[in-house]
């Protein structure tokens, strides 16, 4: 496209061309005046991007609307012309959409004139061979952009001539297949009628052969069909498609159709239009028959397959109720069913999505007939797989049924439950289930069982989808007819009871009615989770566990009708009596927004527990008695206790009984279950006891829970009921996964070989060695004679040899296998204890949100750390993973990180400061950091709780803000330090902290001792001397970095200082500064990674010093780190070239601009410059500046000028000065230079190391600056261009401003001290002279 637009572009702008035509000159005096935006907007409109194109187009449009007579406008249209045949296949619809809407605008361009310059341009006639595809494509889209433009239609003249083109297109279908066509059809499906029939005979051929020889002339008759009937049997006659000759043509038509959209993945408009046409022609049986089943259905191939599918979706809201069933019990539905049912590898296209979506728009489409609605969804519901219906239980589309469509969908489910009419189904069995000889797999009961599953699962998944205030009377209907079928039977029908009025035509078995009763409870804990406003209530202010009590009771009460499948004793009748009881009573007795909470969690449990009385009557019965033992305590009890009746032995132990009661009710494997547990604990957890506490945790210590064999019982029963349920499910899967079983058993024998040649013993081998002797078969095994072996054993001998082998090996076997057994049922219950222990961290979370300022929640830490520590070493299921994840959130969320912790811990002051130091310890002493972190974050905890004790130390209140750096007073020191005992906490963080700085691996952190400094400054105050101690001395480099580093974060903290009065602190930051001298002594001679670590911290240290000294205006000493700094220069200079340490580098000069010694820059142009010096004032590199704009060109010879007269002045003096980069930095300058410093030898590598130091800042419009600035740092003054290695007089030294010794100078001077009051390099100027140049710089504009 580049090219071709580049030629256009160029073309008018050719010189010569002014004289052929008088036009010429014109136009390209024109293009020259085209903006450079004007021309990227045709590179826009090709771009990929949609909102580029889009904008693109728009803004060209309003550039054209300013100028809709100019040159600009000819230029457009010729660059979309030629846009439409550029290489680029996804540029050419860019171009043709952008001419498109360029014409729609200005409706005043021909659209004739237009579609000549399409036809000139890419002339067919006279284009090359190479270029005749894009040529082709150019001329399509220019007709589609004709039509696109809306203005085609209109014109009669261009409509004439597009078609014409386009039937000359058609010619070339190696390159555009069946596009001209389609264009064409199109395009006459917009235009009149009237026009229409004068087209028609120019378009279509009289031959019926032609019209039904492609897809494309077949659309084009249906259209001409039914938009101008007469005219089209005037040119064709009385034409019959659904005729028996016909027919084979239009199957071979849609095959051909069906191939084209293969990738498209869509309905071809042909075939929809054959649809309406054999509905308006009351032939579509005969279509639906021989075409599609008999047809395309005939020899099965997947495009026509899916297209039949599209078109069964598609015909869906076309048909009327008499003609759906015709559809949806034919061979095309079993079809489909077939495709659902084997579609299922990961690769294999799936057709259930797009169907889904089919249904979807006609349920929703045709709400106000539900009877059609009905008819659809029976009818995909009758679509069975050996009785098992081929859609999932959860179906998306039932949520637009109508309320009318829904009722009698519930009702033909339940019907089909109790009475299984097979004849009704659709049923099919593949291909692999045919060549099955298992007879077993074709009764009637088989079918039924995968029915019935089936259709109670689609039941309960219903209520998934409804809103529980619009459709109640259906959810109650449900749930009625799963809790009567999972725990109850008909005797006698009665009207009172409306499920006893049906009977089974199949009898339930028992594997059926496990299923229903696992749905029902699954149906319940839908209801809980539906309504969260008002958790199951239903219209009378009821809830849902309620009203099915309700109903269990009437059902228990009518005895000559209903039956129970586990009739009840009489103590567990009294128990569910005593029950209801209970209900009542808190219904009545529950006042207080409080109480009613408290009320509604007991009765939910009452009310689940009863119900579960009818799945477990045993255990239920026992827990509904110590259930109302607890209420009837926890409701008695008017007054709160007191904090410390919580710790009283004698305490009634109903908190202590019903916290077990949940722990029992959490081994189940039911979610209903764990969330009323969750609900009832967050109502007692206020009266939650110690003992109560030790319960719940000893849930979580390994050595302690030894009490669950129940839970592993429990589990291991509901396990198999799952199992139970998956293998009832689809047997289908089971006759799938048989060969598999088959190669798993074959892999166990292996394994158990393995494992019976590992574990063999000696014990085993002394065995089967006597066995050997005793036979007289031991001379054979040491090799003796086989012939005397032959002649001692006889045949019986042998056989007895033979039978004391296979009876030894057989008793191993078996030993092996217990041992497996044994391992087996081991793992198994670590599985359950897991995942019991997921679920009791629910109390705790409770615990923990609920009642953050309880004293018990101090006694969570350390078990919550000990699983962690745990889960960590062993954290390789995921269920392990799982346990860690949920008990470090909650440790870390809901525990350290909450904004309410325990503020009266009373007698427990001495108890929580023994835990901070044993956390603390143990946090030193874990081998993994991530987990000393949690027990450092408990530590941290600990001491927020001791801060904040109302029962320690009065706090007085805090004083008013006083400004930076005062004294601070007393009363602040207490309030930072709250109620904390600093004598006990401190030697407990100050040994951890020695540990930190002094053990090789230690798993404490810089980050956890910041967290500690930033919480408890005052703490920070006591332990930084510890870390002083070891920035230098015999410390390990890696420790010294990690004490800078604290330092470097600890001290800008504002909190920390105001913990230290004015002369404490600046001797801190003296202390700390000698100390940070002393390490710089070393600056640049690191060799291994924990010693340049060292050097870093170091000066980031000290660049946090000085800005420390700089914002309080300290009175500090700088002259020693001044000069410690100024001598490591030079080796850091070569280093950074060397080595590359760029980041040490910068830190050193930002340490020197702080103490006004301001960085060279030439140092970093000399470095870039040194590659090239080049003797010619015109080189290599002036050629590639050559395409710069000609502004920057005069400027750059402006300043080249003098350089090149300056630099040539000592060639001519017949100087032998080679060319360096110090001549070419002193040719920049703007400041004159003395002659007789240019007449000096060019110094020596190290003189010019120390002319870039820090003696000679950067440029500086006065000399007399420059030397003011050196005398500041104190050093001698060196000129910029003098040898460095000269000494400069003493009346250069400093007179004012520092009165110490100069790293240069041996004569003893005052000790004077150094005032940063100012980053800039006039530092120590006088007040004076810093207020004038304030002044020049303020009066500058």
């Not at 009452?606 to 009557?617: D, R």
């Not at 901070?916 to 030193?924: D, I, K, S």
């Not at 309080?1112 to 490591?1128: C, H, I, M, P, R």
Request: glycine share 4%; hydrophobic share 40%.
């Amino acid at each position: 496209m580049a090219e071709m637009e580049s030629q256009d572009v160029a073309e008018p702008m050719a010189p010569g061309e002014a004289s052929k035509s008088g036009a010429r000159p014109a136009d390209r005096e024109g293009l020259l005046k085209h903006s450079r935006e004007f021309l990227d907007f045709f590179w826009d409109i090709a771009k990929p991007q949609q909102e580029t194109r889009l904008e693109a187009t728009e803004k060209l449009l309003e550039y054209l609307r300013a100028r809709p007579q100019g040159a600009e406008m000819k230029y457009a249209l010729k660059r979309l012309i030629t846009g439409l045949g550029v290489g680029r296949e996804t540029a050419r619809p860019c171009y043709s959409l952008a001419l498109a809407q360029l014409l729609q605008s200005f409706e005043d361009i021909p659209l004739c004139s237009i579609l000549q310059q399409i036809q000139e341009k890419h002339d067919l006639q006279k284009v090359k061979k190479a270029t005749m595809r894009p040529a082709l494509f150019a001329n399509l889209f220019g007709v589609l952009a004709l039509f696109q433009s809306g203005r085609l239609v209109k014109d009669s003249e261009a409509l004439m001539k597009s078609v014409k083109l386009l039937q000359t297109l058609a010619q070339h279908h190696n390159h555009l297949q069946e596009q001209p066509q389609k264009a064409l059809v199109d395009i006459l499906a917009e235009v009149p009628e009237a026009t229409l029939q004068e087209i028609l005979p120019k378009v279509l051929r009289a031959d019926l052969n032609s019209v039904l020889g492609s897809p494309e002339h077949l659309e084009l008759f249906l259209l001409a069909r039914q938009k101008v009937p007469r005219k089209l049997e005037e040119l064709v006659g009385p034409v019959s498609l659904f005729s028996d000759e016909n027919v084979p043509r239009l199957v071979s038509v849609l095959k051909m159709a069906a191939a084209s959209v293969k990738k498209e993945r869509k309905l071809p408009a042909v075939a929809l239009d054959l649809l309406r046409l054999a509905l308006q022609e009351g032939k579509f049986p005969r279509f639906w028959k021989d075409v599609v089943e008999q047809g395309l259905l005939k020899k099965q191939s997947w495009p026509a397959s899916y297209l039949c599918f599209r078109l069964l979706g598609a015909a869906l809201p076309l048909l009327s109720a008499e003609q759906l069933p015709l559809v949806m019990r034919g061979d095309l539905i079993r079809h489909f069913g077939e495709h659902m049912v084997t579609a299922k590898l990961p690769n294999q296209f799936r057709f259930a999505p797009e169907m889904n979506e089919y249904v979807g728009a006609f349920l929703e489409g045709c709400r106000a007939d539900p009877e059609r609605q009905l008819a659809v969804v029976v009818a995909f519901t009758s679509v069975t797989n050996q009785g098992l219906p081929v859609l999932p239980t959860f179906w998306r589309a039932v949520r637009f049924l109508s309320p009318p469509a829904l009722k009698g969908y519930v009702a033909w489910l339940r019907t089909m439950f109790l009475q299984p009419d097979l004849d009704s189904l659709v049923d099919f069995s593949t291909s692999n289930q045919k060549k099955a000889q298992d007879a077993s797999l074709h009764v009637p009961e088989r079918a039924v069982s995968r029915l019935r599953k089936w259709l109670i699962l689609r039941l309960v998944s219903i209520v998934d989808t409804l809103h529980v205030e619009k459709e109640e009377d259906v959810i109650e209907e449900v749930a009625r007819f799963c809790f009567f079928h999972s725990f109850f039977e008909a005797k006698k029908p009665t009207s009172q009871i409306p499920e006893t009025e049906q009977r089974f035509s199949f009898p339930l078995e028992s594997r059926t009615r496990e299923v229903v009763g696992s749905a029902f409870f699954s149906l319940l804990q839908t209801l809980s989770t539906q309504c969260r406003q008002a958790p199951e209530q239903t219209q009378d202010s009821q809830p849902w566990t309620y009203r099915l009590v309700r109903f269990a009771d009437s059902l228990l009460n009518h005895s000559r009708n209903v039956a129970a499948l586990t009739p009840f004793t009489a103590q567990q009748r009294q128990a569910w009596d005593r029950m209801l009881q209970s209900v009542r009573e808190l219904e009545a007795t529950s006042s207080g927004a409080g109480a009613k909470a408290k009320a509604a969690a007991f009765q939910h449990l009452l009310l689940l527990v009863g119900i579960y009385l009818f799945k477990s009557p045993t255990e239920s019965c026992d827990l509904l008695g110590d259930i109302q033992t607890c209420i009837k305590k926890s409701l008695g009890e008017k007054t709160r206790r007191t904090r410390s009746k919580a710790t009283n032995p004698q305490e009634p132990p109903w908190v202590e009984v019903l916290v077990e009661i949940l722990l029992a009710l959490l081994a189940q494997p039911s979610h209903l279950m764990r969330q009323v547990a969750r609900s009832v604990f967050s109502h007692i957890c206020s009266h939650l006891t110690p003992r109560a506490l030790q319960l719940i945790l000893d849930v979580l210590n390994p050595e302690k829970n030894a009490d669950e064999d129940s839970v592993v019982v429990t589990d291991g029963s509901e396990e198999q009921l799952e199992g139970a349920e998956d293998r009832s499910s689809d047997s289908e899967d089971d006759r799938a996964s048989a060969g598999e079983e088959d190669s798993g058993e074959d892999s166990d024998d292996d394994s158990e070989e393995e494992d019976r040649d590992a574990d063999v013993d000696q014990g085993f081998r002394e065995q089967l060695m006597a066995v050997l002797r005793a036979g007289k078969a031991l001379g054979a095994v040491d090799g003796e004679d086989d012939d005397d072996d032959g002649d001692e054993l006889g045949d019986e001998a042998m056989m007895a040899l033979d039978q004391n082998l296979a009876s030894l090996f057989a008793e191993q076997k078996l030993r092996i296998q217990a041992r497996k057994d044994e391992k087996d049922k081991l793992r198994k219950e670590k599985v359950l204890r897991r995942d019991f222990q997921i679920r009791v961290l629910d109390l705790i979370e409770v615990l923990v949100t609920k009642q953050p300022e309880s004293p018990l929640v101090l006694e969570l830490l350390e078990p919550l750390l000990d699983v962690i520590r745990r889960s960590m070493r062993t954290s390789s299921t995921k269920q392990e993973q799982d346990l860690l994840h949920k008990t470090a959130r909650i440790f870390t969320h809901h525990l350290c990180r909450s904004r309410h912790y325990c503020h009266d811990v009373g007698r427990l002051v001495g108890t929580l400061y023994a835990q901070v130091e044993r956390l603390v310890q143990q946090a030193g002493r874990q081998a993994d950091a991530a987990v000393s972190l949690y027990y450092f974050n408990a530590a941290l905890y600990l001491l927020r709780v001791l801060k904040g004790n109302a029962a320690g130390k009065p706090v007085c209140k805090a004083p008013k803000k006083e400004k930076a750096g005062s004294q601070p007073k007393g009363p602040e020191v207490a309030q930072a330090a709250g109620g904390l005992d600093l004598s006990l906490v401190t030697p407990i963080y100050s040994s951890a902290l020695t540990s930190f700085l002094t053990r090789r691996n230690s798993p404490l952190t810089v980050t956890m001792f910041l967290s500690l400094f930033s919480r408890h400054p005052v703490l920070c105050k006591s332990l930084l001397p510890v870390v002083i101690q070891h920035v230098t001395g015999p410390a390990r480099p890696r420790h010294q970095a990690q004490a800078c580093l604290l330092l470097q974060k600890a001290l800008p903290a504002r909190e920390l200082r105001v913990c230290f009065d004015d002369p404490e602190w600046e001797q801190l930051v003296s202390q700390i500064l000698a100390k940070v001298t002393e390490n710089l002594r070393t600056l640049g001679e690191a060799q291994t990674k924990s010693e340049h670590q060292k050097e870093l911290s170091s000066l980031g240290l000290l660049n946090t010093l000085f800005r420390t000294i700089h914002q309080e205006k300290l009175t500090v000493d700088l002259t020693a780190v001044l000069g410690v700094l100024q001598s490591k220069q030079l080796s850091l200079q070569q280093r950074e070239c060397a080595a590359g340490s760029s980041r040490l580098y910068d830190l050193y000069w930002q340490a020197m601009k702080a103490l006004g010694v301001q960085r060279p820059k030439s140092a970093k142009k000399e470095a870039k410059e040194v590659p090239s010096v080049p003797q010619n004032p015109v080189g290599t590199k002036r050629k590639k500046k050559g395409f710069l704009p000609e502004t920057k060109k005069r400027k750059k010879a402006k300043s080249e000028g003098p350089a090149q007269e300056e630099g040539a002045r000592p060639a001519a003096a017949g100087e032998q000065q080679p060319p360096s980069t110090g001549k070419k930095r002193r040719n920049r300058r703007k400041a004159t230079v003395p002659a007789q410093a240019k007449q000096r030898p060019a110094p020596d590598p190290a003189a010019a190391a120390a002319i870039t130091g820090p003696g000679t800042p950067a440029k500086t419009p006065k000399l007399k600056k420059k030397r003011k600035l050196s005398q500041v740092n104190g050093a001698a003054p060196v000129s910029p261009v003098e040898p460095a290695g000269k000494k400069q007089p003493q009346k250069d030294l400093p007179e004012k401003g520092v009165s110490g010794k100069s790293p240069q100078s041996a004569l003893p001077r005052k000790k004077a001290r150094l005032s940063l009051a100012s980053r800039s390099p006039s530092v120590l100027q006088s007040g004076a002279k810093r207020k004038k140049a304030q002044l020049r710089k303020a009066r500058k504009p």
